[in-house]
């Protein structure tokens, strides 16, 4: 308390409300009437604020670390995590999300480990690794969508003679805030198990509406490990192509939009992470919206600009860029724009607090 908050003058005209506070402090109590601007706002403010980091930054950095840093046992992975500048110097890129672009060399392998946090993997630049995830190898390649699931065993090798980088998104902030967090290394060495065109778990599941009668029961994370960039580019091709022949079937005009699914239970692919592929047509916007949540989107391909708050911003291949909960964020296209998102709103969605706002064009 303050001398400028009513109950802090209160307490300095009254010897005995003084004590009464004086003895909360003495036994760890604070009482609600002093903080209840705080606890309960009237719409949220989040610490952590909008931001942009861009690809002609993050790249050469993460190429130079792979100069410098060894991947390893021990340091695992050559990750360089954003760290939100609302959040005080943690390497979190919201309070739910954790974000960073890992790089790996030619020839390098990082080691297999398991952890409880969920993690994906958005092939932004190259080609020619392998991720071996619960001994499945499965190919990593531009536009993909790699999914290791949380304490699911998982290694990467590059098996060229180029180098490889990717966005990683885990929910690492979760699960430190709840307590929740478990780690295990794997084998010393990554096991040699070749290079299949098709991982298992793309040629048991990755065939549209079909599904094996061997397993039925619904799995947390989904069992299809790669969601590859020629299924997602068609899929958005095809709304916008509709659209134009008169039939829409997209987000708004314009705008045309697909979610990664788990498909065992039709939900989300990820149990706390929500994946979604976004196009916007050369010329085109979206409405601005405000969501309980937050998100980190990366451009894929093309340019345009964001309202990002009150900021307009601009954005470009490899752009990543930070939306905590309730600020206004919307699109515009300057030549077709493709981008990544993912989220944490299939945790609002479970604790029934999500909540969107259609921001008045």
């Known amino acids: 308390m303050t001398l400028a908050d009513p109950a802090a003058a209160a307490a300095v005209a009254d010897p005995a409300l003084s004590r009464l506070y004086a003895d909360f402090a003495a036994h760890g109590l604070i009482p609600l009437w002093t903080q209840i601007d705080s606890l309960m706002p009237s719409r949220p403010t989040p610490a952590a604020v909008a931001h942009v980091w861009h690809w002609t930054d993050l790249y050469p ?187 829409p079937g997209v987000a708004e005009p314009g705008h045309a939009a697909v979610r990664f699914t788990n498909p065992t239970t039709g939900g989300d692919a990820l149990p706390t992470l929500r994946t979604e592929m976004h196009r916007v047509a050369a010329g085109g916007r979206t409405t601005a919206r405000r969501e309980v949540g937050s998100s980190v989107w990366q451009v894929f391909s093309g340019g345009g600009t964001a309202r990002l708050g009150d900021d307009t911003v601009t954005l470009h291949e490899g752009d990543l860029v930070a939306v905590p909960s309730w600020v206004p964020f919307g699109l515009r296209a300057d030549d077709e724009l493709t981008l990544f998102r993912f989220s944490d709103a299939p945790v609002y969605d479970a604790l029934h607090l999500a909540r969107t706002l259609v921001e008045e064009a």
């Open 61 to 247: 950095l993460a190429a130079r670390a792979g100069e410098l840093v060894p991947v390893g046992r021990g340091g695992e992975r050559r990750a360089i995590a954003v760290a939100n500048p609302g959040l005080g110097g943690r390497p979190y890129a919201t309070p739910t999300l954790w974000a960073a672009i890992q790089y790996l060399g030619p020839r390098e392998t990082a080691p297999e480990h398991r952890h409880s946090q969920g993690a994906f993997r958005f092939v932004v630049e190259g080609e020619g690794v392998w991720t071996v995830v619960d001994g499945d190898p499965v190919a990593m390649r531009r536009g993909d969508l790699l999914l290791t699931p949380g304490w699911a065993f998982h290694g990467h090798q590059n098996v060229t003679d180029s180098p490889m980088a990717w966005l990683d998104g885990l929910d690492i902030p979760l699960n430190h805030q709840l307590d929740a967090g478990f780690f295990e290394f794997g084998p010393e060495q990554l096991s040699d198990l070749g290079t299949p065109e098709r991982s298992r778990g793309e040629r048991l599941w990755a065939h549209p509406g079909l599904r094996p009668l061997s397993g039925l029961g619904t799995q947390v994370a989904s069992p299809l490990p790669a969601y590859r960039w020629a299924h997602t580019d068609e899929a958005l091709a095809a709304q916008l192509e509709l659209e134009a022949e008169g039939h």
